[in-house]
Nanobody, 127 residues
Framework: QVQLVESGGGSVQPGESLRLSCAAS????????MGWFRQAPGKEREGVAV????????YSADSLKGRFTISKDNAENTVYLQMNSLKPEDTAMYYC????????????????????WGQGTQVTVSS
């Protein structure tokens, strides 16, 4: 069983930055595609960004491009989410997700496409 451990969440003011980390306890083939989702209170879980650990493919939400960037450390089987210029509407629980299948353009932002999930890390943006 793959364990995903997130860290880096917290409370910040609008305009500030945070960097989330997600470390997987095991490497491929269980973590071919890894990335981030988020869920705000009363809303559905939505895809933020994902990447293929063994490649360069990245899929991300159009609305977050320019502020959120996903990166990875293949050797450590870790993905990061750099979040800049945070806004109150970014407040949510952020979840790390992993799949044994490659990230795919048609399903990257669908929760059911991922077999493994972290416990989540809270991000709160408030003045």
């Amino acid at each position: 069983q793959v364990q995903l451990v997130e860290s880096g969440g917290g409370s910040v003011q609008p305009g500030e930055s945070l960097r989330l980390s997600c470390a997987a306890s095991r490497s491929t083939p269980s973590t071919v595609c890894m990335g981030w989702f988020r869920q705000a209170p009363g809303k559905e879980r939505e895809g933020v960004a994902v990447t293929n650990i063994g490649g360069s493919t990245i899929y991300s939400a159009d609305s977050l491009k320019g502020r959120f960037t996903i990166s990875k450390d293949n050797a450590e089987n870790t993905v990061y989410l750099q979040m800049n210029s945070l806004k109150p509407e970014d407040t949510a629980m952020y979840y790390c997700a992993a799949s044994k299948y490659p990230c795919y353009s048609g399903t990257w932002n669908i929760s059911s496409a991922y077999e493994h999930w972290g416990q989540g890390t809270q991000v709160t943006v408030s003045s």
